[in-house]
């Protein structure tokens, strides 16, 4: 008995010098981003681009959990900016969080913003980008987060790592592709290319010399931290001959499992390992779209890197020249994104929120307006004359113009926001059936739903079909969340309730809601802030998919939002 206390008494003393080691350990890490115009030549053509530090993709920052990061945002470009630090918690820094006009008004040209926030237990692969317009189009980067110092990956550790950045690029500066859009009411252009850090690939015009390369070694692993950075679309990525180990998704681990595609939707991440247990030669990894929504018009292009054997013989290389292409799914399998939604898990049992205080429903679709009699035809260029709308609770979010939500309540400034977001849909139907005409117009509204600090929310988001129905990736500021569940038709609480896994669900920043159908998240109201919630196809944004939720103090020292940094800039 005296050696069990004795060794566990050692066992304490030792936990205890690691946890040490581990706070001296967490370090400042300070980067300079400028925003700037730079020549980007893509698809034969060179093109004003609006990138960070003349980069693009962005510079990839690498940091540990724990470390806090120090960023100085200087815009020299003519556009107005802020960047967004998509998936970190923002815990408390809710100032630091990016989204313009939510919880900061825009860096204007020629001012800066310094960004300050620390990793707490976040770890895997996150990414930065613009939250302004459409401006992250090509202001985008990864943001990696190792372990902390001294602690290891639950999985054997990759000899290799690489992000894999999926983009989105028009032959067009991105933000006349929005203005006109939103001049028209139509929508807007599809885009011209999907890219791989940066690069179209084999397959476009004037791209193949510049077709990125990823090498590997034969019997080595390595670790691919796939990024959709695209702006609209959902897409399918694959290597051709090699499975992947899917091991993370949203700075989460997960309970690893094998699959030869996956599927990520804009703004989500997944952490796959590939091991180099292939013929020696070159491969391609491939992405292009996954289109639910029936009818419309999307890119079908594919985008291409090539996965190269460093012990691949010269000769072979030559000999080579066309890589193996691995088989995509078709453009509208909805049964694949099911199967492979369907296999994440949390590694191990986990304490979903019970007891829930919230119990929310928000449908989430498209919509139309009908044209505001002021307006020319020529502004109502949606389906039958109409401007097309996009909503939830038949709210379409309009933001401030002159403020931002979170000064405007922490500084008890009236007029730029309500507080009458619905809690349910105004109007119950049959969300995924034949909806009347008379239920497609939205309202217009800057309108937040309050959360009690430390209130247990569950969160029901019903997609609708509504002008088209389609699969929406949600996306939450400051917020991890568990997916309980997903399910096509109208949710139903009587029979789905008992599909909700409250065992080991996943834990994601951003959901795919089903195509014509729901996902059931839960999650702990414990970071005050002005939290952004939106569809990450941004050109629902742009109509109006997002809402916020005000999430107040808490009593506890700790618990509150911090004071503003003191170069926030003006509004
Ligand atoms: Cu990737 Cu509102 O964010």
Redesign the pocket.
Known sequence: MEALNKISFLLGVLLLFSMAVALANAKTCYHDFVVQTTKVNRLCNTHNTITVNGQFPGPTLEVNNGDTLVINVANRAHENVTI?W??IRQLRTGWAD??EFVTQCPIRPGGSYTYRFTIQGQEGTL?W?A?SSWL?ATVYGALVIHPKEGASYPFPKPKRETPILLGEWWDANPLDVVRESTRTGGAPNISDAYTINGQPGDLYNCSSKDTVIVPIDLGETHLLRVINAALNQELFFSVANHTFTVVGADASYLKPFTTSVIMLG??QTTDVLISGNQPPARYYMAARAYQSGQGAPFDNTTTTAILEYKSAPCPAKGILSNPVMPALPAFNDTATVTAFTQSLRSPNKVEVPSDIDENLFFTVGLGLFNCPSNFPSSRCQGPNGTRFASSMNNVSFVLPSNFSILQAHRQGVPGVFTTDFPGNPPVQFDYTGNVSRSLWQPILGTKVYKLKYGSRVQLVLQGTNIQTAENHPI?I?GYDFYILATGFGNFNPQKDTAKLNLVDPPMRN?VGVPVNGWAVIRFLADNPGAW?M?C?LDVH?TWGLAMVFLVEDGVGELQSVEPPPADLPPC
Request: hydrophobic share 15%; aromatic share 6%.
């Open positions: 967004h998509h998936g990016g989204p990414w980008h939250h992250r804009p703004g996306h500021h951003t952004l939106h990450h944004i």
